[in-house]
Every structure is written in C-alpha cells, then in structure tokens.
C-alpha cells in the first residue's frame, strides 16, 4: 500500500522547471516574500522568444492579493504572465493571467464612491 501525501506548488514547480528545461528553456525561480509580495514563480526564457512569467498553482487555487496588485503592473510594462495548473500547453496560447484576476475589493469603498457622486 503506497501512501501519497497532497500534490504541492513546490513539487508542481520543479515538475514544470525540469520539463522547460529539457526544452533547452532557461528557467529561473523567482521568490516573493514580505519584501517583494506578488511576484510570478517563474520567470521563463525559451531560445528565440521574449522571457515571460508563468505562475503555477494547483487545482483549485487563486492569485494571491499581492499578485492581483502586482500582475496588472506587470503586464503594463510589456511582461507576459500565463498561469499554469499542470498543463504547460497554455504556453502556446495568448497569456491567460486575466482569466485569473478579480478587482482588489477595498472595505467601504461604494459608500464612499456614492458619496463622492454627490459632490461631483
């Protein structure tokens, strides 16, 4: 009897940095923490083609608050960000990270929206 523990990001991450790699991709590991929140997991030079960054999660999973702050900054710079559960084929479709992306909700903000109407 083989018991398995629960897929995890770290072990998503080195299946998908392996498989790049053995494309001859350069693949590096960005690390967000408290001092950079919101960065993508990967950051991802194929021969020939821009470098890009790929966020990885599994079934299930969502941009972190940080990352829908940072992603949208990103993307304005130029960078191209797809967001990869397992199937590295995505990365020959346009970049999906706005598939993933929901508006930050700020506590209060309608009311004062409404108020600022009054006014304006």
């Given at each position: ?28 590991n960005l ?85 600022l109407k009054?006014?304006?």
């Amino acid at each position: 009897m083989s018991l398995s523990r629960p897929l995890r990001e770290s072990d998503l991450q080195t299946r998908v940095k392996r498989e790049l790699q053995g494309r001859g991709w350069d693949v590096r590991n960005l690390h967000g923490n408290k001092f950079q929140p919101g960065l993508p997991d990967l950051l991802v030079k194929p021969p020939g083609r821009p470098a890009f960054f790929v966020e990885l999660k599994l079934p299930g999973g969502r941009l972190t608050r940080a990352q829908r702050r940072v992603f949208p900054e990103l993307a304005v710079a130029g960078w191209n960000i797809w967001v990869v559960i397992g199937d590295l084929g995505v990365l020959t479709d346009p970049p999906n990270w706005r598939e993933w992306w929901t508006p930050i909700k700020v506590p209060g903000v309608d009311k004062i929206r409404k108020a600022l109407k009054k006014y304006g």
